[in-house]
């Protein structure tokens, strides 16, 4: 069974229950999710993954957060390309430019992204989105 990793920062809970959600999906389609905080994630692990999925919410002026996701974010840039990635993320305000600049960072860096874009939910995922996210979960599980 092969694992599939789901590395998420979340300040709020928000972004983590989606992550929870995506690895419900990914277990659903007869992967094993690992998910975790980016501080618990093997950077060697993700290098040698072909898929896996990165999530964040929207941070002050709609950014990544900038402590600890940007870094981990700008790392993952220098060995995307080949990779097929899920983002996600949860936000409280704006219109999605943080995944919409996201999407963008991943593309010229070579990765393929999952639905063609990110996925994000207004504030925490009620039943739909929590839907949402598992099915992302299958998706990335299928890819």
Not at 51 to 70: I, K, Q, R, S
Not at 88 to 100: A, N, V
């Amino acid at each position: 069974m092969s694992k599939i990793i789901v590395a998420f920062w979340s300040q709020s809970g928000n972004t983590e229950a989606m992550a929870n959600a995506i690895g419900r999906g990914i277990t659903a389609a007869g992967k094993e999710a690992e998910v975790l905080h980016i501080a618990d994630v093997s950077m060697d692990d993700l290098k040698k993954a072909d898929c896996f999925a990165l999530g964040c919410p929207a941070m002050g002026a709609e950014v990544l957060e900038e402590g600890e996701m940007e870094p981990f974010v700008e790392e993952v840039e220098g060995f995307a390309a080949g990779k097929k990635i899920a983002l996600f993320g949860s936000y409280g305000w704006g219109d999605g430019e943080w995944m919409r600049d996201w999407e963008e960072r991943m593309k010229s860096a070579g990765a393929t992204l999952v639905n063609g874009e990110g996925l994000i939910i207004h504030e925490t995922p009620d039943e739909a989105g929590e839907a949402e996210c598992e099915s992302l979960g299958k998706q990335l599980a299928s890819v």
